[in-house]
Nanobody
């Protein structure tokens, strides 16, 4: 079954904005954090931003000040507001949900393409 549903990817010009959203299935329990990772061609997957159950946020240096991650607890979703986008932000973005119950586990979305180009 599809447990993480991503949306919001697309093509945007440099300096533009885009918002990614990810909804986790309600049958996923023990969520410790939700976040976004990205993987460009030839690169390893890297963390972009994450938010813990307590609301603590973590950002990669490359996106700090430009991206904002938020969580809607009631809807069990996580969003990534991206602004001042740069060509180097071009990548496939993956939603991540980390759970600790019943055991540590990482759920991954299928990936959504973000292309920043003029």
């Amino acid at each position: 079954q599809v447990q993480l549903v991503e949306s919001g990817g697309g093509l945007v010009q440099p300096g533009g904005s885009l918002t990614l959203s990810c909804a986790a299935s309600r049958n996923i329990f023990g969520i410790a954090s939700m976040g976004w990772y990205r993987q460009a061609p030839g690169n390893q997957r890297e963390m972009v931003a994450s938010i813990s159950r307590a609301g603590t946020t973590t950002y990669a240096d490359a996106v700090r000040g430009r991206f904002i991650i938020s969580r809607d607890t009631a809807d069990n979703t996580v969003s990534l507001q991206m602004s001042s986008l740069k060509p180097e932000d071009t990548s496939v973005y993956f939603c991540n949900v980390h759970t600790v119950v019943p055991r540590p586990y990482d759920y991954w979305g299928q990936g959504t393409q973000v292309t920043v180009s003029s």
